[in-house]
């Protein structure tokens, strides 16, 4: 691999809905560079981009693959992401690393919510410049045409057509570059096809049209009847992308090797490069890439190979990295040694001299460094990036290891898939003493118990979470428990009267003492109060912690020599049980808060589904396309609404959820879990 100036880069995530055919083409794209001499096939399980294990047993993209392309003196740092909603994590974090995008869009399914959500992560990723690609061009109902006028009506007028198709599905056999009026079939030149004129026509004066309308000068002229000249019009249209006004539609086919050199001369010529972007610091500040500038570098994302190890993906912000440094890591105050530096390639590291502004390499087995950090020259350097906004994780799953063994290399497995995927969350829930991973989506959790086998041969089965139930009283009670043994050897003696009053919800457990005439003698009345704390985790009702009662000790009695600190905690144990099956005992669950997002013609599906979730909405609000549902719902009934509200949305609703408080169960929903809990007892399940 040569070496590239900055100015000579190209860094692109290549993003869309999923299966629109990306991989793929960042397969074709890298065989008409030369870098191929035979071109993958997803199917075959042979592509550069989708090589793990598990890509090839789902067949579709995970992780974000770089694929590095030489063409025309430039390298272009394409980043294939997976369009599968649950991955959306690698999505954002090639975003943050990406100067531009190009969204893809199947030709005959059009716009779908994997395109809008591309657009909205380009757009939150500062505002990415990009371009957009109609795809798989070949097939049957491709309608280059139909899918064009529905990106303008969905994304506005600022899309231009660069090139047209020849023909399409069975009959596509090249493209037209609107601009040069020019034609290709494949690599070969060839005749703009007569009939073709008059769309190309239009196309070139759409082009011009929109162009111009990005630049007053331009459009001036243009509206008093000037021609602009081309090399003009390329400036325009180069400035234009680069704010955003102007976004190019291209055509393109993967399997037919149709539109591909087009695409990558336009990438070269229209999209940016690295130098001057302004990436955002926490304090508000910014940082500009540019040679000259002191190192700074950004770690997008963590991989570990299973040859190489632990593998930091970084882009260099400003300045230039040598293997020779020691670049320094504010967030964990440690100095990295780098030893080589690589330019990845699908699975394959390249080694490379220098990593120079604005360029994209990966540094193995740094010691102190994760995603989202940053790497300065110097110690005394404090940069604070923005963090990546990866999305927010909700779709709950309880991991069951097999065996003692797959226990014991549970948590260390654990640390390496959530260190390689920061969407996913690890938690031990201390209710209910279950593992907890929460995830995007349920592909996420399968393709990660899937690795725990594979990679680390740890066995679990995946189950909905326990919910972790409370449980408290709702009456006042008194409670007495003798605990006597007195028949041969050492005898036990001990005796409490409680009174158990309910307290408000979130007010735990408060003891007092109101013994009189030391019944029960000071030194046993601290082991009352312990033989009730230790019976409190575990309720009589249901097992659940018991919470929000004041328990007062009032009376009791004792025994000269067999009374002890055992006898009173034993008795005072049982009295809490009795007294709290005497006081009208209730479940309490946990209710959480959320913040739905969806497009309005869905409204009326998502507010009824909540209400058949036990759940209440509380305000609906407008914002666009957008209506923002405030709502809350029983966890019980949301651990997995990820799933839920993708079908319900065509996986256009986003939505937030956090834990606001614990309520009583319904007296109904009560008695149906109290009696499901009996069965599995019954049954030898606790
Ligand atoms: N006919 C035809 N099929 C294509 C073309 N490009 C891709 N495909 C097929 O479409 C399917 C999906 O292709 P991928 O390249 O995996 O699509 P992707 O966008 O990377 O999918 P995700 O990674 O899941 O988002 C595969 O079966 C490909 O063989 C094309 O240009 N023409
Ligand atoms: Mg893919």
């Not at 996420?444 to 972790?468: C, F, H, I, N, S």
């Not at 209400?611 to 966890?635: M, N, Q, Y």
């Not at 937030?656 to 049954?683: I, K, M, S, W």
């Amino acid at each position: 691999m040569k070496d590239y100036e900055s100015d000579r880069l190209r860094n692109v995530a290549l993003m869309g809905h999923g299966s629109c055919g990306k991989s793929t083409l960042a397969e074709a794209l890298l065989f008409a560079s030369g870098a191929l001499s035979r071109m993958g096939r997803v199917e075959d399980r042979n592509t550069v981009s989708d090589f793990d294990e598990q890509e090839h047993s789902h067949q579709y993209s995970i992780s974000s693959s770089m694929i590095p392309i030489e063409w025309a003196g430039h390298r272009i740092n394409l980043i294939d992401t997976p369009g599968y909603a649950d991955f959306e994590g690698e999505v954002v974090s090639a975003a943050a690393a990406a100067d531009a995008a190009l969204i893809a869009v199947d030709a005959a399914s059009g716009v779908e919510s994997g395109t809008e959500v591309a657009w909205q992560l380009a757009d939150e990723a500062g505002g990415l410049p990009r371009m957009l690609l109609v795809t798989r061009l070949d097939r049957e109902f491709s309608d280059f045409r139909r899918v064009f006028d529905q990106l303008r009506d969905r994304f506005g007028t600022r899309l231009v057509p660069l090139a047209l198709p020849i023909g399409e599905a069975q009959e596509l056999a090249g493209v037209v570059d609107v601009l040069a009026g020019t034609a290709h079939r494949g690599a070969e030149p060839c005749e703009v096809p007569e009939e073709m004129a008059d769309a190309v026509a239009e196309a070139r004066e759409l082009l011009v049209e929109s162009v111009a309308e990005s630049d007053d000068d331009l459009l001036g002229r243009y509206l008093e009847g000037e021609t602009i000249g081309d090399d003009e019009l390329t400036a325009a249209l180069h400035a234009g992308v680069a704010e955003g006004t102007v976004v190019p539609v291209l055509p393109v086919c993967a399997t037919r090797d149709i539109g591909l050199r087009t695409l990558l001369d336009e990438v070269v010529r229209l999209l940016p490069s690295p130098l001057g972007r302004e990436h955002r610091c926490e304090d508000g500040g910014t940082i500009v890439t540019s040679a000259e500038g002191p190192f700074v570098a950004h770690v997008f994302k963590t991989t570990a190979d299973p040859f190489v190890g632990h593998l930091s993906f970084m882009k260099v912000l400003s300045g230039q990295l040598t293997p020779d440094m020691h670049p320094h890591n504010p967030r964990s105050r440690q100095a990295e040694r780098l030893g080589h530096l690589y330019v990845q390639r699908g699975k394959e590291q390249i080694e490379v001299p220098a990593l120079v502004a604005g360029d994209i390499g990966v540094a193995a087995k740094l010691q102190a460094t994760s995603t989202g950090d940053v790497l300065t020259a110097a110690a005394e350097a404090t940069v604070a990036l923005r963090p990546i906004p990866f999305p927010n994780s909700t779709y709950r799953s309880a991991l069951h290891p097999h065996s003692k063994d797959d226990v014991d290399k549970l948590s260390s497995a654990l640390h390496r898939i959530t260190e390689q995927d920061p969407t996913i969350r690890v938690e031990r829930d201390p209710d209910t003493h279950e593992t907890v991973m929460t995830t995007l989506g349920e592909a996420q959790v399968t393709v990660a118990v899937a690795r725990l086998a594979k990679v680390y041969g740890v066995a679990v089965d995946v189950e909905a979470p326990r919910v972790p139930y409370r449980e408290t009283i709702s009456a006042p009670v008194k409670a007495e428990y003798k605990h006597k043994k007195q028949s041969g050897g050492h005898g036990q003696y001990g005796h409490v009267v409680i009174e158990l009053s309910p307290l408000d919800r979130g007010e735990g457990f408060k003891f007092e003492d109101r013994v009189s005439g030391g019944t029960v003698p000071r030194q046993f009345i601290p082991a009352v109060e312990k033989g009730i704390a230790e019976t409190l985790p575990a309720g009589p009702l249901a097992h659940s912690p018991v919470v929000d009662l004041r328990v007062t000790l009032l009376d009791g009695s004792s025994h000269s020599v067999d009374s002890s600190e055992m006898a009173f905690k034993t008795a005072a144990s049982q009295a809490l049980k009795q007294g709290v099956l005497g006081a009208q005992p209730v479940l309490l669950e946990p209710v959480m808060r959320m913040r739905i997002r969806v497009p309005s013609a869905s409204l009326g599906d998502v507010m009824s589904d909540v209400s058949t979730k036990r759940g209440h909405v509380h305000g609906v609000e407008a914002d666009g396309d957008i209506t923002v549902v405030e709502a809350e719902a029983p966890l019980a009934e949301v651990q997995r609404y990820a799933n839920d509200l993708r079908a319900l949305t065509g996986g256009r609703g986003r939505f937030d959820l956090e834990f606001d408080r614990y309520v009583e169960v319904p007296a109904h929903v009560q008695q149906g879990l109290l009696d499901a809990l009996r069965t599995a007892e019954a049954n030898g399940h606790s």
